[in-house]
């Protein structure tokens, strides 16, 4: 049965474009509801972190640079269905291949550049939820 939570990371790029406004509204206009927010930065060993599934990957240390570049805006969404439902929301990896009205086709400007993280299971949204948000910061 699908969970009714996910994680989203609004990444460096998106933030210093100023996009967080725009990306929450497309949120919340999808049916989520915002259950924690906070606008943090990582550095890069949080960032290796929380990326560490990817550790062996050849994206690994690009990865973890980039996400470290600058401020982030962490969220944990609540929806029925909440993982697979958001995954449709935010569109392809490569904004060039995402559908319209999807969050990368609108904010993304490389496959790279994606503009926001979604989980992709309901563990790894408790996982990744549980990484950066406290039981008291959850409403």
């Known amino acids: 049965m699908a969970e009714n939570r996910t994680f989203t990371m ?3 790029d998106a933030v210093a474009d100023n996009h967080i406004g725009g990306i929450t509204k497309m949120i919340e206009e999808g049916g989520f509801r915002i259950v924690a927010m ?3 930065a990582l550095s890069e060993e949080r960032a290796g972190q929380f990326y ?3 550790k062996e990957r050849p994206f690994y240390n690009d990865l973890v640079k980039y996400m470290s570049k600058g401020p982030i805006v ?3 969404l609540e929806k029925d269905n909440a993982v697979e439902d958001f995954r449709t929301l935010i569109g392809a990896t490569n904004p060039e291949q995402a559908a319209e009205g999807t969050i990368r086709k ?3 400007k490389s496959i790279e550049s994606n ?3 979604g989980s992709d299971s309901d ?3 408790q996982i990744e939820g549980d ?3 406290a039981a008291d910061e959850r409403f």
């Open 10 to 12: 609004i990444k460096p």
């Open 38 to 40: 906070k606008k943090t």
């Open 52 to 54: 560490a599934v990817h």
């Open 74 to 76: 962490a969220m944990i």
């Open 106 to 108: 609108a904010y993304a």
């Open 115 to 117: 503009a926001v993280h």
């Open 123 to 125: 563990e790894n949204a």
């Open 131 to 133: 990484f950066f948000f």
